[in-house]
């Protein structure tokens, strides 16, 4: 009977007719084989790459002691879908996501290693063009409201106003601050920032303006301010709500007249700064209360930009998540893959009073205990798992009730953006009307008495 086995001819047309580069390697590392989309994505000849130590060949950010096919041969698993670079030829870095295995002869003894690999680079291209649609500066978001933020950039960057910037502690007014630093005109220059609320107000006062020599005892020489540190760019305030009325009187005259006095000064210096000022807190009600100065907030406040507290776009936890690790992998060198579906579901649960410094923070404190695969309930910090009802890696009940929990949020959320009308929430949360009907009887939601279309309702279904 004819063997129905491919030859080993065929085996040489399958691999020179696919669009994965594969390559082989003996025991000493040196390459065996190289099929034809090898020799397109590296842009080395088969020839040339044929007798070669495999790290030679490919200089990828996965050679030496983090090789692949090391630690499958180490291992005996084989590795699927693991991302990295390579430089081809022409000194280009090319995304890749390579697979291994072992090559074992008919004893079943090892002969060597097989890898396989992907050109990543037109999904990175597309990646990075949906990113940049998401990105601003060094801020990431898909929130309608944070995009509503994003969208307010640009405008008040390109004006020479001052800026008050609105938000919770953690929010990222600094990073909102630098952005619309970068995106100015004077992005050429300068960005300073202070403290106001870490400086006690004598220390403030020459710290902003500077001083000159002898003007009290100790100053041996003139020092310059952040005024003139940040002259042709932009001095930041931050807590600008913590500085005294004297002060604000100080910045109100650098800010009406263009100009101001370093202590010990005979003569004003003249000032070329831009000032963002940014606070959590409430200047309005400050003002009310006499303990802001008017004429100074309103002069403060020109353009203004509102920093939503993460609590308001949970939808932003997964992006912000993903971005961090991203950050952490490079800083660290580690390969974390992501968030497992448990511990996503832990995270939108918090409330996050520490905004996104405090999701920063958790997933930064995760990688003390897991540098690779997926990061797991187990790896968040145990503050972090009391706080949502965990003391340690949860049990099955507890995610069972943790997703139901985050169910009920979602749900209750998006009956409240569409006030009461089912239909809505239910398009929004991707699910059939009757399925939104069953998670609400099961999950005990009390339902609005209007449902949305006008129409009062008083038996709290349909």
């Known amino acids: 009977m004819p063997s129905h086995e491919p030859s080993c001819t065929q085996y040489q047309a399958i691999l020179e007719s696919i669009s994965d580069g594969v390559f082989t390697v003996d025991l000493d590392w040196r390459i065996t084989s190289f099929n034809r989309a090898a020799e397109e994505i590296t842009g080395i000849p088969r020839h040339e790459a044929l007798g070669k130590p495999c790290s030679e060949v490919f200089r990828s950010t996965m050679c030496n002691e983090r090789c692949c096919l090391r630690e499958t041969r180490r291992t005996g698993k084989p590795l699927v879908g693991r991302s990295g670079y390579i430089i081809d030829a022409a000194g280009n870095r090319i995304p890749i996501s ?249 995270l939108m649960l918090h409330s996050w009073p520490g905004n996104v410094r405090e999701l920063r923070n958790v997933i930064e404190r995760a990688f003390i205990v897991r540098q690779e695969g997926l990061i797991e309930p187990a790896h968040l910090p145990p503050d972090f798992l009391r706080q949502v009802g965990h003391e340690d890696a949860p049990t099955l009940q507890g995610l069972d009730q943790a997703v139901k929990n985050l169910e009920t949020q979602l749900i209750r959320n998006a009956l409240a953006r569409h006030n009461g009308n089912r239909l809505a929430a239910a398009r929004e949360l991707g699910i059939h009307k009757s399925t939104l009907f069953r998670k609400i009887r099961q999950l005990r939601i009390e339902l609005p008495n209007r449902d949305g279309r006008s129409r009062l309702r008083n038996d709290g279904a349909e």
């Open 98 to 346: 390579l697979s291994t295995a072992v090559l074992r002869n008919a004893q079943g003894t090892v002969i060597g290693g097989a890898e396989t690999f992907r050109d990543l680079s037109e999904v990175e291209a597309l990646r990075h063009e949906l990113d940049a649609s998401f990105r601003a500066g060094d801020l990431v978001s898909r929130s309608p409201l944070m995009q509503r933020v994003f969208a307010s950039l640009e405008p008040v960057a390109a004006s020479s106003s001052t800026v008050l910037i609105l938000g919770e502690t953690g929010t990222g007014k600094e990073l909102i601050a630098r952005t619309i630093h970068q995106l100015s005109p004077r992005a050429n220059g300068p960005f300073v920032a202070v403290n106001c609320g870490a400086l006690p107000e004598s220390l403030l006062e020459s710290e902003l303006f500077g001083y000159k020599t002898g003007a009290f005892t100790g100053a041996e020489r003139d020092k310059p301010g952040r005024f003139s540190l940040a002259a042709g760019g932009v001095l930041f305030l931050d807590e600008i709500g913590a500085i005294s009325p004297a002060m604000q009187v100080r910045l109100l005259r650098a800010l009406q007249e263009r100009t101001y006095d370093p202590l010990g000064s005979v003569r004003p210096e003249t000032s070329d700064v831009r000032i963002i000022a940014a606070t959590n807190s409430d200047l309005a009600e400050l003002v009310r209360q006499k303990k802001f100065r008017e004429d100074f907030y309103y002069r403060i406040n020109v353009a203004r930009v509102e920093l939503p507290p993460l609590r308001q776009r949970k939808e932003d936890i997964p992006l912000l998540c993903m971005d961090f690790i991203q950050h952490f992998n490079a800083l660290q060198g580690a390969q974390v893959e992501g968030l497992s579906s448990e511990t996503l579901s832990l």
